[in-house]
């Protein structure tokens, strides 16, 4: 039986913030994925994107290989796990996938792209991720909760999602 939720989404989609609140609110472990490969690799993101978007895409996949053998998780993942297929598969067999789905505009309102590896070229460079990543995320998720409100309102939705899920 899948036991683990993932959440999937563009940077500043929300996918931290709101996984730790339903994680409190379902009395699950937190993962930020982001967190778990600087963890397991000694290096932070930015240093790792420094030797190549594969290197860390490499670590995302080792991640998406130990996050999904644990138990009862809350996971948030990077926004481009979906760029390789093999980490959705692995997902797949133990988490339930739940893309937060914010409008682009709302992320170019709230993102600091200065803090993030593959948004540092502007704000141009969130849209053109979206357009990439978009379509990806929806094939993937078994359930989509839009994020275009209150964040409470979003983590609400999404809780009721899940315990749907676990009746």
């Given at each position: 039986m899948k036991n683990n939720i993932v959440l999937i989404g563009m940077p500043g989609c929300g996918k931290s913030t709101i996984g730790?609140?339903?994680?409190?609110?379902?009395?699950?472990?937190?993962?930020?994925?982001?967190?778990?490969?600087?963890?397991?690799?000694?290096?932070?993101?930015?240093?790792?994107?420094?030797?190549?978007e594969d290197v860390?895409?490499?670590?995302?996949?080792?991640a998406c290989v130990?996050?999904?053998?644990?138990?009862?998780?809350?996971?948030?993942?990077?926004?481009?796990?979906v760029k390789k297929d093999i980490n959705i598969d692995i997902l797949k067999k133990q988490c339930i996938i739940l893309y937060i789905?914010?409008?682009?505009?709302?992320?170019v309102k709230d993102v600091n792209v200065s803090t993030r590896p593959l948004l540092k070229d502007g704000t141009?460079?969130?849209?053109?991720?979206?357009?990439?990543?978009?379509e990806l995320y929806r094939n993937a998720a078994d359930i989509t909760v839009?994020?275009?409100g209150l964040i409470e309102e979003v983590?609400?939705?999404?809780?009721?999602?899940i315990r749907e899920l676990f009746r």
């Amino acid at each position: 039986m899948k036991n683990n939720i993932v959440l999937i989404g563009m940077p500043g989609c929300g996918k931290s913030t709101i996984g730790e609140v339903i994680a409190k609110k379902l009395n699950l472990t937190f993962y930020d994925m982001d967190v778990y490969i600087e963890k397991i690799a000694g290096k932070t993101i930015p240093e790792l994107f420094e030797k190549g978007e594969d290197v860390f895409r490499a670590w995302e996949t080792k991640a998406c290989v130990e996050l999904s053998k644990k138990n009862n998780l809350i996971i948030a993942s990077g926004g481009g796990v979906v760029k390789k297929d093999i980490n959705i598969d692995i997902l797949k067999k133990q988490c339930i996938i739940l893309y937060i789905d914010r409008p682009v505009e709302e992320i170019v309102k709230d993102v600091n792209v200065s803090t993030r590896p593959l948004l540092k070229d502007g704000t141009s460079k969130v849209y053109e991720l979206f357009d990439e990543r978009h379509e990806l995320y929806r094939n993937a998720a078994d359930i989509t909760v839009v994020n275009n409100g209150l964040i409470e309102e979003v983590i609400e939705s999404c809780v009721a999602r899940i315990r749907e899920l676990f009746r």
